[in-house]
């Protein structure tokens, strides 16, 4: 239990009638990088919702380090060290991208003012570190609003990153995005995680960025664990390539 980032051990959540998840369960080693794929209504989505504490599950438990963080709050999780994208890029689209940075570095902290100089200089630092990491230094004074679609992924990134987490979780980090802008994002997400030894579990469709990123992968169907393991063994399992990888297996 404690070699392991995440511990999932048999994990149930449902919506009336609906199982999203059934009896999941989940071993992810510290500094791992665990692609989670299957087909629209696996669970992969639901399951990053209840790790990061959006979602409560009914039954099951979940373990952070080796510690018990089954019934633990999303801002609880955040402190204790995960960090997380969304499908949908959840930014401050009014402010600038300096200030959303900005404010992810005061959640860390949870300070939002100090009188003393050296707290803002060290802020200003951090914040001016985290955009030059992710290559936004350009747009700092940009209102989010005004961003490319690609420019707000990395801006979230960004977001995420500062809160300084241990285990990284990505909801579909490419969605939306071409193929020169998804090879772009993934390749700084994993410079990233190489460099901070994050543990990252990523839910994506792209199933090249997949083959190319994951150490392991978990497949997922009807809420269930379908399969597991290697690139390579996964995509040369017929099963995973009958119900979902189809001709896009290599």
Same mark, same amino acid.
């Given at each position: 239990?404690?070699?392991?980032?995440i511990?999932?051990t048999?994990?149930?959540k449902?919506?009336?009638?609906?199982?999203?998840?059934?009896?999941?369960?989940?071993?992810?080693?510290a500094?791992?990088?665990?692609?989670?794929?299957?087909?629209n209504?696996a669970?992969?989505?639901?399951?990053?919702?209840?790790?990061?504490?959006?979602?409560?599950?009914?039954?099951?438990?979940?373990?952070?380090?080796?510690?018990?963080?089954?019934?633990?709050?999303?801002?609880?999780?955040?402190?204790l060290?995960?960090?997380?994208t969304?499908?949908?890029?959840?930014?401050?689209?009014?402010?600038?991208?300096e200030e959303?940075v900005?404010?992810?570095? %005061?959640?860390?902290?949870? &300070? #939002?003012?100090?009188?003393?100089?050296? @707290?803002?200089?060290?802020? $200003?630092?951090?914040? !001016?570190?985290?955009?030059?990491?992710?290559? %936004?230094?350009?747009?700092? &004074? #940009?209102?989010?609003?005004?961003?490319? @679609?690609g420019d707000?992924? $990395?801006?979230?990134? !960004?977001?995420?990153?500062?809160?300084?987490?241990?285990?990284?979780l990505?909801?579909?980090?490419?969605?939306?995005?071409?193929?020169?802008?998804?090879?772009?994002?993934?390749?700084?997400v994993?410079?990233?995680?190489?460099?901070?030894?994050?543990?990252?579990?990523?839910?994506?469709?792209?199933?090249?960025?997949?083959f190319?990123?994951?150490?392991l992968?978990?497949?997922?169907?009807?809420?269930t664990?379908f399969?597991?393991?290697t690139?390579?063994?996964?995509?040369?399992?017929?099963?995973?390539?009958r119900?979902?990888l189809?001709?896009?297996?290599?």
């Amino acid at each position: 239990m404690t070699d392991a980032a995440i511990a999932i051990t048999a994990l149930h959540k449902s919506f009336g009638a609906f199982v999203a998840l059934n009896d999941v369960n989940l071993s992810i080693p510290a500094g791992q990088r665990r692609a989670i794929i299957g087909p629209n209504g696996a669970g992969k989505s639901t399951l990053l919702n209840v790790l990061n504490g959006q979602l409560p599950c009914q039954e099951g438990s979940i373990h952070l380090f080796g510690r018990d963080v089954t019934k633990a709050t999303p801002h609880e999780l955040a402190r204790l060290g995960i960090g997380r994208t969304f499908q949908i890029s959840s930014t401050f689209r009014h402010l600038s991208v300096e200030e959303n940075v900005r404010v992810a570095h %005061l959640a860390r902290v949870r &300070r #939002v003012f100090s009188p003393f100089p050296g @707290h803002l200089r060290a802020l $200003k630092d951090a914040v !001016a570190a985290s955009l030059d990491d992710s290559g %936004l230094s350009q747009f700092a &004074r #940009v209102r989010v609003s005004d961003l490319s @679609h690609g420019d707000r992924k $990395k801006l979230e990134l !960004a977001m995420a990153l500062a809160t300084r987490p241990r285990v990284l979780l990505l909801d579909e980090p490419t969605a939306g995005m071409g193929l020169a802008e998804r090879q772009e994002l993934m390749d700084l997400v994993v410079r990233h995680v190489a460099r901070d030894n994050l543990t990252m579990i990523f839910v994506e469709h792209d199933i090249e960025a997949v083959f190319r990123h994951a150490d392991l992968i978990t497949v997922m169907a009807a809420g269930t664990v379908f399969a597991e393991g290697t690139p390579a063994e996964i995509s040369t399992n017929p099963e995973v390539q009958r119900i979902y990888l189809g001709s896009h297996a290599p």
